[in-house]
């Protein structure tokens, strides 16, 4: 079974950037396509962006597009979420998930029975 382990959550001011990292306990990390989801407070779960299994296609939610950019070291089984000019409304628990499936890892509604998700990391953006 997959374990994901993300870290690089903290609180910052509205327009600094953060750097989310997600490391995966698999030695088939490369066979994985990989996905940010986030939780705001009062709100469901929405996706954020993912990365396809090779790192060569990624999808991003309109809100996050050409501030996030998402990409996956195969070599050190981490994906990484590269969270640039940030905003209020960013501020969020971040999950990192893990799928084989394409289409179930950016599915809408969120497929909650993915191969993997980790436990979450606290990203806070003040004004």
């Known amino acids: 079974q997959v374990q994901l382990v993300e870290s690089g959550g903290g609180s910052v001011q509205t327009g600094d950037s953060l750097r989310l990292s997600c490391t995966a306990s698999?030695?088939?990390?490369?066979?994985?396509?990989m996905a940010w989801f986030r939780q705001a407070p009062g709100k469901q779960r929405e996706f954020v962006s993912a990365?396809?299994?090779?790192?060569?296609?990624?999808k991003y939610t309109d809100s996050v597009q050409g501030r996030f950019t998402i990409f996956k070291n195969n070599a050190k089984m981490t994906v990484f979420l590269q969270m640039n000019s940030l905003q209020p409304e960013d501020t969020a628990v971040y999950y990192c998930?893990?799928?084989?499936?394409?289409?179930?890892?950016?599915?809408?509604?969120?497929?909650?029975?993915?191969?993997?998700w980790g436990q979450g990391t606290l990203v806070t953006v003040s004004s």
């Open positions: 998930a893990a799928d084989m499936n394409w289409g179930r890892l950016i599915a809408n509604p969120i497929y909650n029975n993915l191969d993997a």
């Open positions: 698999t030695q088939f990390f490369s066979d994985y396509n």
């Open positions: 990365v396809n299994w090779a790192g060569d296609g990624t």
